[in-house]
């Protein structure tokens, strides 16, 4: 591996414009440039991971819990939500009928009560409006 020397510093350099913050005096610029890019992105990493533990207070909000519902929200579910989810109260009552005597026989009948007729009852009729 070839010694790189110390950089000069912060020199105008007078080809096209340029300044450049680092001059090597190598005769092999590109070692050069690829050292200082793999010192440069050691560096990234160290300063990300150094800022990790930061971010999650970072972006934290301060919300009430739960959050108040929004007025279009609140439309959304007796237009939407409601409907639907009488519509599932109805499908599932027949469901439940029709496979009864196959949960009863499967020693599942409460399981399938609670989540044919039961679960979506309650949403459709307990659930405060625009609380999904």
């Known amino acids: 591996m070839m010694q790189i020397e110390k950089p000069i510093g912060a020199i105008p350099c007078a080809a096209k414009n340029k300044i450049f913050l680092f001059t090597f005096q190598s005769t092999d610029h590109k070692e050069a440039v690829m050292h200082m890019i793999r010192k440069l992105a050691a560096i990234l990493m160290l ?13 934290a909000k301060a919300t009430a819990y739960p959050p108040a519902p929004d007025s279009a929200v609140m439309v959304a579910d007796v237009v939407a939500a409601r409907p639907i ?28 009560y609670q989540l044919m007729i039961v679960d979506p009852a309650l949403y459709t009729f307990k659930r405060p409006l625009g609380a999904f």
């Open 47 to 59: 300063a990300v991971l150094l800022a990790m533990p930061c971010a999650p207070s970072a972006f």
């Open 85 to 112: 989810g009488l519509a599932s109260l109805v499908i599932g009552t027949l469901a439940f009928i029709v496979s009864s005597p196959f949960s009863a026989l499967g020693d599942n009948l409460e399981q399938a």
